[in-house]
């Protein structure tokens, strides 16, 4: 069974950094969209950042831009999301996903939409204190 486990996740003030990492074990590393999301209480989950697994190729939430990396070690399916410059509108439960590309007239592309993901980890939750 392909399972995702989520870590790093803790309490930091906000300004700070802090590191997730997610653990894919079992999964077909080769040809996988990695994903970030993240669900703020009372809120609707949101994609954060995600890593095409074939080329490197990476996408961004438009708030998390310049703040956060998304970067993988294939000798250790593992995906990671360094997180920088943490505000409290970070605070969040903040999950690990794998999914397929999506076709458009682009061509073929991950994207943020959770709708393409199919495999989720647990998640980790990040608070960010002011």
């Known amino acids: 069974q392909v399972q995702l486990v989520e870590s790093g996740g803790g309490s930091v003030q906000g300004g700070g950094s802090l590191t997730l990492s997610c653990d894919a074990s079992?999964?077909?590393?080769?040809?996988?969209?990695m994903g970030w999301f993240r669900q703020a209480p009372g809120k609707e989950r949101e994609g954060v950042a995600v890593?095409?697994?074939?080329?490197?190729?990476?996408l961004y939430e438009d708030s998390v831009k310049g703040r956060f990396t998304i970067s993988q070690d294939k000798a250790k399916n593992t995906v990671s999301l360094h997180m920088n410059t943490l505000t409290p509108e970070d605070t969040a439960m903040y999950y690990c996903a794998a999914g397929g590309r999506l076709l458009s007239n682009k061509g073929l592309s991950c994207t943020l939409t959770q709708e393409t993901f199919g495999v989720w980890g647990q998640g980790t939750r990040v608070t960010v204190s002011s």
């Open positions: 890593i095409y697994s074939g080329d490197g190729n990476t």
């Open positions: 079992g999964l077909t590393y080769s040809r996988n969209c």
